[in-house]
């Protein structure tokens, strides 16, 4: 299995490595890129998941990455494991330039006429956040729940960012749907030559073995007769 690991890891390491794996996020990507590669399945079909899990991975679909991944590569016909794959091109170092980039081009496709900082998504995002839990918490109090918070992160947070990740993320998921095809073309044929170099000299060894044992039973069978024509026997 792809995602089997033979020490299983205890929640604390597991959101550790979410953050920061352990041998490092190059380490990490040609391991992804490895296990693609492998994939048994076609390149275009490979080359399918790679790009409904890449542009799920610029989505911003916290939590749902996987499972908007996999109904992704269903709709377009690709390999779903390459697909789960693929939602790991984006980290924790590269994704708050990518959002800046995403909500700056949101903004402006929308008209929204806000100072997009930093300060700004830390304050608006902590506000929706203390109105969620408050709304969560006014179920099982008298308390009426507040939506100011998280109508303005979605409006001026989520939905530019959303808007404009579409853009750039089919851009690059494309560019990564054709660099897919001729690397895994190029993987699988150097398989197929390898495993067929490796047949052809298992079938050299099982001829040379089969000629050697019939030369020694030649030689068994030459070496009795000899020893019945031999002078002086009876």
Do not use: C
Request: proline share 6%.
């Amino acid at each position: 299995m792809v995602f089997k690991r033979r020490d299983p890891q205890g929640w604390g390491e597991w959101l550790r490595e979410q953050v920061y794996p352990r041998s490092g996020f190059k380490r990490a990507t040609r391991y992804v890129l490895y296990r693609m590669r492998r994939l048994p399945d076609q390149p275009h079909r490979i080359a399918r998941g790679v790009f409904a899990g890449s542009l799920i991975g610029f989505l911003p679909l916290p939590g749902l990455q996987f499972v908007a991944a996999w109904l992704a590569s269903r709709a377009i016909r690709g390999n779903l494991l390459a697909a789960l794959l693929a939602t790991f091109n984006t980290n924790p170092i590269t994704t708050p330039f990518f959002a800046v980039l995403a909500m700056t081009l949101g903004h402006w496709i929308l008209g929204i006429e806000k100072p997009l900082s930093w300060d700004y998504i830390r304050v608006a995002t902590e506000t929706a956040g203390s109105d969620l839990w408050f709304n969560v918490k006014s179920i099982f109090t008298p308390d009426v729940a507040r939506w100011d918070g998280l109508i303005q992160f979605w409006h001026e947070i989520y939905w530019p960012y959303f808007i404009g990740a579409l853009g750039p993320g089919i851009i690059l998921s494309v560019i990564a749907y054709y660099i897919t095809i001729p690397l895994v073309e190029a993987y699988q044929k150097a398989r197929a030559a390898k495993a067929h170099e490796r047949r052809e000299r298992r079938s050299r060894l099982k001829e040379a073995v089969a000629k050697a044992a019939q030369r020694l039973k030649h030689r068994g069978e030459h070496g009795e007769s000899g020893g019945d024509d031999a002078p002086g026997s009876p």
